[in-house]
């Protein structure tokens, strides 16, 4: 009774299951969208239907009797937090937060009498860094609903349309937060920044082909033109090559090429013969004997492929040389 009488009052119920249509029973109840690959979170929300008689002995919690909209930072506030598809209520809690905020860091409050210069001095910097941590969470706060998609509103959305075809009415400020448990933050982040990097990934794309300059003629096929790509890439891919370039010639400076100069070049030159005459002798004393390979000459028009593939050539070939040895 204490359960139905609280919602009623605070806008979550407005009628009970025995006045309720026996085909409303039927319609599925939304659930969370699929998590992201590496989180075992259940979906949530069917858990909170209560089918049957709701007046027997079911042990509720405190959430269960007042249940609370999703905030990201001003959890502090979350009895009064509007629902997530409320843009104008949540804008107007953001709003009144990040002026409360600033009024503690501005306000000068007067002193009472017989206080102290340490406890003035104490009161002031907790009083502005209250202020300033208040402020700071209605700025991220108002990023939140800046942001083109956020999973909590999509989810308010959907649950205040299921109450409705349920013939539940939804309170205009928290909405049918009654009916569901919200995504939790960790959740919410990793469905965020999934969709933030697919975006990412649709745009790079996107500027891809207009770079590729493909262009779909209607009944001709694609017409495919390559654009430069802009000065700024162009600029930058110069830069890392240069820097690149600058590298690599320092590195051989300081290696390979430091004592290299125009002085020694004579003395270079002498050491790499000495070196190929040293090799030279040390295969001749080995006793492996390395003949010059020789040179075949194909005639004009006939290709390597072709003489290697036709045995006639290789006979004509062989014939000439050895009339030529006789």
Same mark, same amino acid.
């Given at each position: 009774?204490?359960?139905?009488?609280?919602?009623?009052?605070?806008?979550?119920?407005?009628?009970?299951?025995? !006045?309720?249509?026996?085909?409303?029973?039927?319609?599925?109840?939304?659930?969370?969208?699929?998590?992201?690959?590496?989180?075992?979170?259940?979906?949530?929300?069917?858990?909170?239907?209560?089918?049957? !008689?709701?007046?027997?002995?079911?042990?509720?919690?405190?959430?269960?009797?007042?249940?609370?909209?999703?905030?990201?930072?001003?959890?502090?506030?979350?009895?009064?937090?509007?629902?997530? !598809?409320?843009?104008?209520?949540?804008?107007?809690?953001?709003?009144?937060?990040?002026?409360?905020?600033?009024?503690?860091?501005?306000?000068?409050?007067?002193?009472?009498?017989?206080?102290?210069?340490?406890?003035?001095?104490?009161?002031?910097?907790?009083?502005?860094?209250?202020?300033?941590?208040?402020?700071?969470?209605?700025?991220?706060?108002?990023?939140?609903?800046?942001?083109?998609?956020?999973?909590?509103?999509?989810?308010?959305?959907?649950?205040?349309?299921?109450?409705?075809?349920?013939?539940?009415?939804?309170?205009?400020?928290?909405?049918?937060?009654?009916?569901?448990?919200?995504?939790?933050?960790?959740?919410?982040?990793?469905?965020?920044?999934?969709?933030?990097?697919?975006?990412?990934? =649709?745009?790079?794309?996107?500027?891809?082909?207009?770079?590729?300059?493909?262009?779909?003629?209607?009944?001709?096929?694609?017409?495919?033109?390559?654009?430069?790509?802009?000065?700024?890439?162009?600029?930058?891919?110069?830069?890392?090559?240069?820097?690149?370039?600058?590298?690599?010639?320092?590195?051989?400076?300081?290696?390979?090429?430091?004592?290299? *100069?125009?002085?020694?070049?004579?003395?270079?030159?002498?050491?790499?013969?000495?070196?190929?005459?040293?090799?030279?002798?040390?295969?001749?004393?080995?006793?492996?004997?390395?003949?010059?390979?020789?040179?075949?000459?194909?005639?004009?028009?006939?290709?390597? *492929?072709?003489? !290697?593939?036709?045995?006639?050539?290789?006979?004509? =070939?062989?014939?000439?040389?050895?009339?030529?040895?006789?």
């Amino acid at each position: 009774m204490i359960q139905a009488w609280i919602k009623a009052n605070l806008g979550f119920a407005s009628e009970s299951n025995a !006045d309720k249509p026996q085909h409303y029973e039927k319609v599925p109840v939304p659930e969370s969208p699929s998590l992201p690959k590496g989180m075992d979170l259940p979906g949530k929300g069917r858990d909170r239907i209560v089918e049957g !008689d709701s007046t027997d002995d079911t042990d509720f919690t405190f959430s269960d009797l007042f249940p609370t909209n999703p905030s990201f930072m001003l959890t502090y506030l979350s009895p009064i937090m509007p629902a997530a !598809d409320n843009r104008v209520a949540t804008a107007s809690v953001i709003t009144l937060n990040g002026l409360f905020g600033l009024t503690m860091m501005c306000r000068k409050r007067n002193p009472r009498f017989g206080t102290t210069p340490f406890v003035l001095k104490l009161h002031s910097v907790l009083r502005k860094v209250a202020g300033s941590l208040v402020f700071s969470c209605s700025l991220i706060e108002g990023m939140r609903i800046c942001l083109p998609y956020d999973p909590w509103i999509d989810e308010a959305r959907e649950w205040r349309n299921w109450a409705i075809r349920n013939g539940d009415r939804p309170g205009w400020w928290f909405g049918a937060i009654g009916w569901y448990e919200p995504l939790s933050t960790q959740y919410w982040l990793a469905l965020v920044s999934k969709r933030t990097s697919n975006d990412l990934i =649709a745009k790079k794309k996107a500027v891809n082909k207009k770079n590729m300059g493909i262009h779909h003629n209607a009944g001709f096929g694609v017409i495919v033109h390559h654009y430069p790509p802009p000065l700024s890439e162009t600029l930058s891919i110069f830069t890392e090559v240069r820097q690149h370039n600058l590298f690599r010639q320092k590195t051989l400076l300081d290696t390979k090429l430091k004592h290299v *100069s125009e002085l020694n070049k004579a003395e270079r030159i002498d050491k790499n013969l000495e070196g190929e005459i040293a090799r030279e002798k040390a295969l001749e004393d080995s006793g492996i004997e390395i003949e010059e390979p020789e040179l075949i000459h194909l005639p004009d028009g006939v290709t390597k *492929s072709e003489w !290697d593939a036709s045995e006639d050539m290789f006979h004509m =070939a062989w014939t000439r040389c050895e009339s030529d040895s006789k």
